[in-house]
């Protein structure tokens, strides 16, 4: 199988537990290049991880020739600069998530990528799991009849020290983990939102350290969600949940965002109770396939311009609500 050459661009934390393992489970991924703010930190990585070059600066690894997809996982506030030059220099790249702290940022980065002539998505691992598309095609198949109600919660830790912490870091609830409410909600119905309703309380350093919302759509839909960071402060506490309900049944599921290994969700209908059962693979794994294949002309984006450019759009008018 051919293989693309990847390079980190920075060593953030998901990166070392999340992308990075999961791109040496890949196998159309070369573990190539790895950067960071010090040649020290980079030369660690490499050695930890395997890669075959290491730099101690993200142009140096921009300018090397071989690299030919780059994964960046900085700081919100710095994605669109990065990005941005990654694209001219004629790198195709997968950007975390979310990947512009604005709709008008994420509109730009995919300009630049279209005139580059590279490819460009943002990283929503999790929508990559056969756990997701199994949703989707229960959805669309009718089981449950028309959805009418939409409800998702992630709820994590509070942080004593961490970079989701600060506003011009880009930090918060809703860009850390309402963004993955988002995605679900926009991922099972294709309505247009017609109107956002949301609250938040927030920290001494003003990001929304709990937000709540509710969207409804042109077709019908309403949609709730609840995101935070408020269970403890550096536990491993967590609360995710999904709660969809049609006009013949509903559906409800515990499964964590990103989840991997055997999981299940609940159908109910007047037939009764079915429980759905997907072995699901690393996403981080999923996510970095797809992509190598798209940069290998095999398919296409799983994850399009168009749905990050309506998710960041929902992002913005929740964050106007609370004041952000």
């Known amino acids: 199988m051919s293989k693309v050459k990847w390079g980190v661009l920075g060593t953030a934390n998901v990166a070392a537990w999340g992308t990075i393992p999961g791109m040496k489970q890949s196998q159309s991924c070369e573990l190539y290049a790895i950067a960071g703010r010090s040649l020290e930190k980079a030369e660690r990585y490499k050695d930890t991880f395997g890669f075959e070059k290491a730099y101690g600066s993200y142009d140096g690894l921009l300018e090397d020739k071989e690299v030919q997809a780059v994964y960046i996982p900085l ?63 229960d959805v669309r198949s009718g089981v449950i009849g028309e959805i009418d109600y939409i ?63 509710l969207i409804k759509f042109d077709n019908g839909v309403r949609a709730s969600f609840n995101v935070g960071m408020m269970l403890g402060e550096n536990t491993n506490a967590r609360y995710d949940r999904l709660y969809i309900h049609g006009t013949k049944g509903s559906i409800r599921s515990e499964v964590e965002y990103n989840q991997e290994g055997e999981v299940s969700y609940k159908i109910y209908t007047e037939d009764g109770e079915t429980e759905r059962y997907i072995s699901v693979p690393n996403n981080y794994s999923l996510e970095i396939e797809q992509f190598s294949r798209c940069v290998m002309g095999e398919e296409k984006h799983y994850i399009t311009p168009e749905f990050s450019v309506k998710n960041a759009a929902l992002i913005d008018s929740v964050l106007t609500k609370i004041g952000y």
Not at 79 to 103: D, F, I, Q, R, Y
Not at 179 to 189: F, K, P
């Open 151 to 213: 409800d998702t919660a992630f709820v994590t830790q509070g942080y004593k020290e961490d970079i989701r912490l600060y506003k011009d870091l880009g930090g918060g609830a809703m860009y850390d983990l309402g963004c993955y409410c988002s995605t679900m909600i926009l991922t099972l119905t294709e309505g247009e939102p017609v109107y956002v309703k949301a609250d938040a309380e927030f920290s001494d350093k003003g990001v929304d350290v709990f937000t709540g919302g």
């Open 75 to 137: 700081p919100n506030n710095l994605h669109l600069p990065w990005v941005e030059k990654a694209l001219k220099a004629g790198k195709n790249v997968l950007c975390e998530k979310p990947m512009g702290l604005t709709a008008e940022e994420t509109k730009k980065m995919f300009k630049v990528a279209e005139e580059s002539g590279v490819l460009l998505m943002e990283a929503y691992a999790y929508l990559h799991s056969p756990y997701i598309d199994s949703l989707k095609n």
